[in-house]
């Protein structure tokens, strides 16, 4: 983000004194070599051309390191074959040294290596292990392995064989497949304390032997990382270990010296850990630049530790932080306007660490007196407080469906059939190759590779010429990374300008460090900004959370909810056989978390939601706004009927991301698709267990392709009658032009996969079981829905339709009806959205209606077709208004022209029965808006 303030005019302006590297008495500034030491001693040069003439002219390293990149691009561009092994291998670790460890460099190694596989090239080696070195920093323990040991004959020279040593025992040492990804597991510590006793075994490196010292400081550096009982010990080792002055060993310093101060600090030796963290300041930032701009990102985490070093020495926050207006920009935004706080860019990649440095910006904001609720604090690309918390929080709420859900975006708005088919083979070939990508990893053979090589070489000659036409329609490079940092405030602020007699608000509930923080924007005159801290917020709202949870569904019961409960006198009409609703603690979790920001919502505002914890597994439509009477029977469905649920006011739709408005939002919105309904009901099962007992059923994970569903559990699940009435009355009330449905024994995985019915539908309910990891014996790897069991299960069909397999589908329907259970909120609150739901927005789906506990069969047809015939029958309003009208039309047993609901039942007013479906939109937003009506073409 810093580069951002470029286009500004604001680089006058001085870099922060504690982001200037300072240096504590007897710290060196060591010079800066650029020449790659390492590689020169493999006798592959230095990745420097013959000509240094230029080179030697600059004086400032950030020069010296862009004019290295460009003489890189340039020869790997004039090589006919893209690149040679020398090349490739100096640009890829000149980005390494800036700390660039990223999936998508992974997948760009991967691909130099596949290219030259074949090649007598020198480099090939020492690519193979680069790709080994970032796998293992992404956890591919398998792939690490797989890749070192195919390639064992090639490391020919003893610096090649240590590192490849180096790197297995390390790989060896990351947790266990099995546990999943992003799976928290420790490390192995056998195998820990086997590498470090081989690491010290190690004689120490001959001369200038800079291989055998980067091999030594990797597997430090991994230690360090690893082993927490023994890294107050580790990281001084690898402190002295990397003190040169190349770039490489730059970066360990910085990690070393960065995690020495940490620990300092946090046993209270606030002088050693200000001498460390000067010593890490050193090794990020170039000697003699005018600037002081760090080397690529190896600063990651020092202006945050500098700030919490600088509290525990007592140094008030707003000194600090002084504000300082910017100089000569005039009142751009009414009100104070700041941007000193450009020190606060704190980038971080631990998550507990971003969510400490979101907490450091709560305490400024409030040590500077600042209210929750304010005008506009900011403008387009200027880092102020207001606008980077709300960045800050963005990257604590990164869904994996936001990437995603920006190509399902920019597919919709092309402007023509041709930039869509082409962006889709882009898509679709991009995949593949990523697929065929993992496969090379892992190939245990020579024979197995090549055929890899095979496939992957008859992809690229399609792949090349859609590549940059599908990066302009995608807003920016497809990197398969997230944007979070891109999006300020004021692209939101912007999207509302347009929205003119519409209401079209925004509100992000994120937990950080205990605390639970609550953004809104608004369009309110003088009230379109409000950040709100809720402190211990998260272990003040889990139990009310869980409560309500628990009177929704006995299945979603903790231990702790039902003590809770059963502390509890029975009220009079629970004992009459009506079921509560503690609409207590839905008024405290609102006015904990939604009024204090509520200013600036519209009324009656169609309002966007982030949300992530323990709130993203209970929808806001059944929070209340006014405190029970006292003594008011909580079990009584008239009281509920009546009270002033938060979904009367708003119309709530879910995101994954607010990267969903990404693309082009001022383009047409485009669907080809025919009116047809793509229906999966009923699947035969033929037992009487829920989803919950289905102990005995588990699911492959990831690199365990041979476990697959135990069929005889599947089986065991009760039938589910109501959801062939839920299609029929989707069929009567709606009446496509064509349906297609898989009812019984047809709605099997396999014919599901097969139909190609469903990637040309503009309706798809799926309407039967659903499963969310851990539910069930082994820890289900993801999410899946239930269909009706094979006679055999295989890979293609072993009647679980899992989230990963939804990927595949290419879906362009307006609507998915997920009529199944718990398919919105993420397992255990840690996910903003199921795996599910998630799949079906990244599958093409525009909008998903899922729900967040069981549903009723009774009630359930009634409410998905309501919302689909309100949205049919309103063009001009939200899918989210469509799904609002009929939770109130079920509620109160009447229909919005007055008419009482047919088979109406008391029961339904509790929010068990109307209030479980949540809208979860890629795109709605056009159509509230009416900027651009969804075409159909």
């Not at 080994?132 to 890749?147: H, S």
């Not at 202006?303 to 600088?310: F, K, M």
């Not at 003088?526 to 272990?539: M, P, Q, S, T, Y």
Request: aromatic share 6%.
């Amino acid at each position: 983000m810093r580069l951002l303030l470029f286009s500004l005019g604001v680089l006058a302006m001085p870099w922060p004194a504690q982001a200037s590297a300072p240096i504590a008495p007897g710290v060196a500034a060591q010079p800066v070599v650029l020449g790659d030491r390492a590689m020169a001693a493999a006798g592959l040069g230095d990745c420097l051309p013959q000509d240094r003439s230029d080179l030697a002219a600059m004086t400032e390293l950030s020069s010296q390191l862009e004019w290295q990149a460009v003489f890189l691009d340039d020869r790997m561009e004039e090589s006919p074959a893209g690149s040679s092994g020398t090349t490739a291998l100096c640009r890829i670790r000149l980005e390494r040294a800036q700390g660039n460890t990223s999936e998508d460099l992974t997948r760009r190694v991967l691909l130099d290596l596949a290219q030259l596989e074949k090649a007598d090239d020198p480099a090939l080696p020492w690519l193979v292990l680069e790709a080994a070195g970032l796998l293992v920093e992404q956890g591919q323990r398998a792939a690490t392995l797989a890749l070192l040991e195919r390639h064992a004959d090639r490391f020919q020279s003893s610096q090649a064989r240590l590192r490849a040593e180096a790197l297995r025992q390390i790989a060896q040492a990351l947790p266990a497949p099995d546990a999943g990804a992003g799976s928290d597991a420790p490390a192995d510590a056998a195998a820990l304390a086997s590498l470090a006793a081989w690491v010290r075994a190690l004689s120490d490196p001959a001369g200038d032997d800079a291989a055998m010292m980067e091999t030594r400081a990797l597997v430090w550096c991994f230690l360090g990382q690893h082993d927490r009982g023994a890294a107050a010990n580790i990281w001084p080792i690898l402190a002295r270990l990397s003190a040169g002055d190349g770039l490489h060993m730059r970066r360990y310093a910085v990690l070393a010296w960065r995690e020495i101060a940490r620990i300092r600090l946090q046993q209270g030796d606030l002088l050693e850990a200000r001498a460390a963290l000067d010593h890490a300041y050193a090794a990020a930032y170039a000697p003699g630049e005018r600037r002081a701009w760090p080397i690529g990102t190896l600063d990651l985490g020092l202006p945050g530790l500098d700030a919490a070093i600088n509290r525990a020495r007592g140094t008030p926050l707003t000194e600090l932080f002084p504000l300082k207006p910017v100089p000569g920009a005039g009142p751009l935004v009414k009100g104070s306007w700041f941007t000193d706080d450009h020190k606060l860019d704190f980038d971080d990649t631990d998550p507990a660490r971003r969510a400490a440095i979101l907490t450091l910006y709560r305490d400024l904001w409030e040590a500077r007196g600042m209210p929750d609720v304010i005008a506009r604090p900011f403008a387009p690309d200027v880092p102020q407080l207001a606008a980077l918390a709300f960045e800050q929080a963005q990257s604590l709420n990164v869904d994996g469906a936001e990437d995603d859900a920006v190509f399902s975006n920019a597919l919709r708005q092309t402007d023509s059939p041709q930039q869509r088919a082409n962006l889709e083979r882009f898509d679709a070939l991009r995949r593949e190759q990523d697929r065929l990508l993992r496969r090379y990893a892992m190939a245990s053979d020579d024979l197995e590779a090549a055929g890899v090589l095979a496939e992957l070489a008859s992809l690229w000659p399609r792949l090349a010429p859609l590549e940059e036409a599908a990066g302009a329609l995608l807003d920016g490079p497809v990197t398969g990374q997230p944007r979070w940092a891109a999006l300020n405030p004021w692209f939101l602020a912007l999207r509302q300008s347009y929205a003119k007699g519409k209401g079209e608000d925004f509100l992000m509930i994120v937990p950080a460090d205990g605390d639970i923080h609550v953004f809104a924007q608004g369009r309110r005159e003088g009230r379109d900004f409000a950040w709100h801290r809720l402190k211990g917020g998260e272990a003040l709202i889990q139990p009310l959370v869980e409560r309500l949870r628990c009177q929704l569904n006995d299945d979603g019961c903790s231990a702790a909810a039902i003590r809770a409960l059963e502390a509890v006198a029975v009220s009079p009409l629970e004992e009459a056989g009506q079921m509560a609703f503690d609409r207590e603690a839905a008024w405290q979790l609102y006015d904990w978390l939604i009024r204090p920001v509520e200013p600036v919502l519209g009324e009656g505002a169609d309002v966007f939601v982030v949300a992530k914890g323990a709130m993203g597994t209970l929808p806001l439509h059944l929070l209340v706004t006014a405190r029970p009477r006292r003594g008011e029977d909580w079990a009584d469905y008239t009281a509920m009927r009546k009270a002033p649920w938060l979904g009367d006011r708003y119309a709530f739709t879910t995101l994954p991301s607010f990267n969903a408005f990404r693309p082009n939002r001022f383009k047409t919105l485009r669907n080809p698709n025919e009116d047809m309904l793509f229906a999966v009901a009923s699947p035969a099962f033929s037992g009487s267990d829920s989803p919950g007992k289905l102990s005995s059923a588990s699911l492959f994970a990831p690199m365990r392709d041979e476990v697959l569903a135990d069929l005889s559990a599947i089986r065991r699940l009760k039938p589910l009658p109501g959801t062939r009435a839920e299609y029929d009355s989707l069929v009567a009330a709606l009446a496509p032009p064509r349906t297609k449905a898989l009812i019984g024994p047809e709605a099997s995985e396999a014919a599901v996969k097969a139909s190609a019915e469903l990637q040309e539908a503009r309706l798809v309910l799926m309407a039967t079981h659903g499963l969310l990891p851990r539910q069930n014996r082994g820890g289900l790897a993801e999410s899946a829905l239930v269909l009706t069991p094979p006679q055999v299960a295989t890979r293609a069909d072993d009647g679980l339709l899992t989230a990963s397999e939804v990927l595949t589908l290419r879906l362009r329907a307006d609507w998915v009806i997920l009529s199944a259970c718990n398919t919105a909120a993420g397992a255990g609150g840690g996910e903003s959205l199921s795996g599910l739901a998630a799949a079906f927005l990244r599958a093409g789906a525009l909008q998903v209606l899922a729900s967040h506990w069981p549903v009723y069969d009774d009630v359930t047809p009634m409410l998905t077709t309501l919302t689909l015939a309100t949205a049919r029958d309103r063009p001009g309003i939200s899918p989210g208004r469509a799904l609002q009208r009929a939770m109130i039309s079920l509620r109160q047993g009447r229909a919005e022209g007055g008419g009482a609901l047919a088979g109406w039942q008391a029961h339904w007013s509790h929010p068990s029965a109307w209030a479980p479906f949540t809208v979860i939109s890629n795109g709605d937003e056009a159509i509230v808006n009416d900027r651009f009506a969804l075409k159909r073409e």
